[in-house]
């Protein structure tokens, strides 16, 4: 006559999995952050992997109709060293969201809480462990941490940020529109490609790109080698103009 479910037990913080319930303590990514007694960022390699496998959590959640509300460091936990969605406490149905809950800071205020809201605290969650920052303190969302310069692994954490510019921009409509596409870019970087957009030039200054080369074009060319070449005599055969070259 109970209705009850099941649910995996996170790893123990000291002993990994090996759990004595006196002194069991749950491994969750906050604590991967704070561990040292303070914020540190995990590093790029280790963010990519993590997100790669919350990312396929929150495809397979949202196929099923529905959306979790409280994705944050705290409510992840590790199982078997595999980062997990956890704490299903405000997960519903999309259809069923008429009241917005979550923590501050993960959830744009006044947004309707839909597959794009969890998107957007997924990005976030990824700018905590790949900066260490904390993402109620910068006003300046998503600045990167001034000693960028010196990271091994700069470039996988550029990259990286333009997966939260893109998972966190304000408007939904601008968002990953499915944790399938977050995924993918994902992906894309592991397989060594690059998700930075890249630099295209409008119609007007690609015109006057070429204005400018054609005249340079022109001061760079010799004066003798822009002579009407020499018209062949009518006696000439087909074979000797065609021993002659190309005429300039």
Excluded at 229 to 247: E, L
Aim: glycine fraction near 10%.
């Amino acid at each position: 006559g109970y209705f009850y479910y099941l649910m995996e037990l996170a790893d123990d913080r000291q002993t990994g999995q090996i759990r004595s319930p006196a002194a069991y303590v749950p491994r969750t990514l906050r604590w991967e952050l704070e561990k040292n007694g303070h914020r540190e960022r995990l590093p790029a390699e280790a963010c990519l992997r993590t997100m790669l496998s919350l990312t396929a959590g929150l495809e397979e959640l949202h196929s099923g109709g529905l959306i979790h509300r409280d994705i944050k460091p705290a409510n992840i936990i590790f199982v078997q060293g595999e980062p997990k969605l956890a704490d299903i406490g405000l997960v519903t149905s999309k259809d069923l969201t008429r009241t917005i809950m979550g923590t501050p800071g993960y959830f744009l205020e006044g947004e309707p809480q839909t597959e794009r809201s969890d998107i957007y605290a997924l990005g976030k969650v990824l700018y905590e462990i790949l900066t260490g920052l904390d993402r109620r303190d910068d006003v300046d969302f998503p600045r990167l941490p001034e000693g960028i310069r010196s990271w091994p692994d700069r470039q996988l954490a550029l990259e990286l940020n333009e997966v939260v510019s893109k998972a966190c921009a304000r408007s939904p409509r601008k968002r990953y529109q499915s944790a399938g596409g977050m995924r993918q870019d994902l992906e894309r970087l592991v397989s060594g490609k690059s998700v930075r957009p890249r630099v295209r030039l409008s119609a007007g200054a690609l015109g006057l790109g070429l204005v400018v080369a054609a005249g340079l074009l022109a001061v760079l060319v010799p004066l003798p080698f822009r002579r009407t070449a020499k018209q062949p005599d009518a006696g000439t055969n087909a074979a000797s103009i065609s021993s002659q070259g190309p005429r300039l």
